[in-house]
């Protein structure tokens, strides 16, 4: 085999050596009923028309709904609007339209 | 070695982990394996070669630049002259990468939203001041494009920066349904020399001899022909045809957008003694719309404003919206549109930073 590097050159590492803490999901739930669902519009056109169908549903299937808006969907949400859906609700959906 | 590639700044103390490339390894196809790279083969970042790249800047390694998205992650002088190398710089456009992150990695800029969006948007980034020549930038033919390793290398260290420490790669964060080829890396210079008006960093506050770089998040160029016009109002209203259709025709006052007037349009302005600030006045008169023309559903289009428009006049761009920048070659009767994003609190503002060594 040709040796295409034969001094074995050492490089710097160009990244951050490391990835954000790693952070396990929720256990998934089994039934909807009973739960609150927060339902969070990301403000791109039509999200709400998705989300009120989404809605809907949930209601039929017995689970209470709480309704959120990103203030832009250019930038990440909110830390404190986070927080209020991680404290409410049992399970989030982050609606994406267009 | 020294006088060749200059010190090696052997006494300072470097951080980063080694990493050795087996011996039967290609480094170039094991730098494309670990996802280092922007698809183009990179130069591989050895420690005499980051050193080096160290001795462009006064700085410390160690002293933290900004902190970068979108996984805001910190980022040292060290991180940042490691992919600077990777990116083919030369020491001497070090202080420019280094400018430019600290420009891009700030709110206003909203790096992390210039990623994620759908939009095409990159960092488009312009040098102003004496460091653009001292360091052999282009700011004549071909300007927006290939051939100069300035103008391509600093762009293309900024966007490996964005890749390797805050973990911004297409198709991860980066959600682009097109992009563009300046997403390489989209770096030009200012021809202040050459221009009869105050230059895009006076604009933003800075003198005309500061070293400066100004963000902007832009889509591709879009050349604008205009051969026929010889005068500034034939001109100004020429060019105001052609950037009431940057993005869309139905988009108004939310994108902003970059003007490169090249040195033979500006010629009709020099010639008709009109400065900036005239230019600005005459060319926004020129960029007010109907806005019956473009509301949902006219002309058969579902995309347009809100009824709620109907009989307003608006205007193009928002205040300050529309960036002018001299450059390009000295032949041609030829002007660039680079378009926006969205602008403002909900988007990204241009931002522009000192040069300092």
Known sequence: MTIINPTGVTVLDPTAEGRPAGRDLTARVDSLTG???????????????????????????????????????????????????????????????? | MRARYGATGAESHLKSRHVQIASLEDEAEAMFDRGWTDGLPVVAPTEARVRRMLEGTTRNPADLVTVVPPDLVECTVEKVAVNAVMAGCRPEYLPVVLAALEAVCTDEFNMHGVLATTMSVGPVLVVSGPIADEIGMNHGINVLGHGNRANSTIGRAVQLVIRNIGGGAPGGIDRATLGHMGKQGFCFAEDQAGSPWTSLAEQHGFGAGQNTVTAFAGDGPHLVMDQKSRSAESLTRSLAD???????????????????????????????????????????????????????????????????????????????????????????????????????????????KEITQ
């Open chain 1, 35 to 98: 739960l609150t669902v927060g339902l969070l519009d990301i403000s791109k056109p039509r999200g709400n028309v998705f989300l009120d169908r989404l809605q809907e549903h949930l209601i039929r299937l017995g689970a209470g709904v709480e309704r959120y808006t990103k203030p832009t969907f250019a930038k990440p949400a909110p830390v404190d609007l986070r927080h209020e859906i991680a404290t409410t609700c049992d399970a989030v959906i982050e609606a994406l339209a267009d």
């Open chain 2, 242 to 352: 052609s950037l009431l259709g940057t993005i869309s025709s139905r988009v108004v006052m939310g994108m902003d957008a970059m003007l490169v007037l090249s040195p033979e349009h500006m010629a009709r302005y020099r010639d008709a003694g009109w400065d900036r600030a005239r230019f600005t006045e005459e060319l926004s008169s020129h960029l007010t719309v109907d806005a019956d023309t473009i509301i949902a559903g006219a002309g058969g289009i579902d995309e347009g404003l809100p009824s709620d428009f109907a009989g307003m006049s608006l205007p193009k761009f928002r205040p300050g919206g529309l960036l002018v920048v001299h450059a390009g070659g000295p032949a041609g009767l030829f002007s660039a549109i680079i378009g926006g994003w969205v602008n403002g609190q909900t988007g990204s503002d241009p931002v522009t």
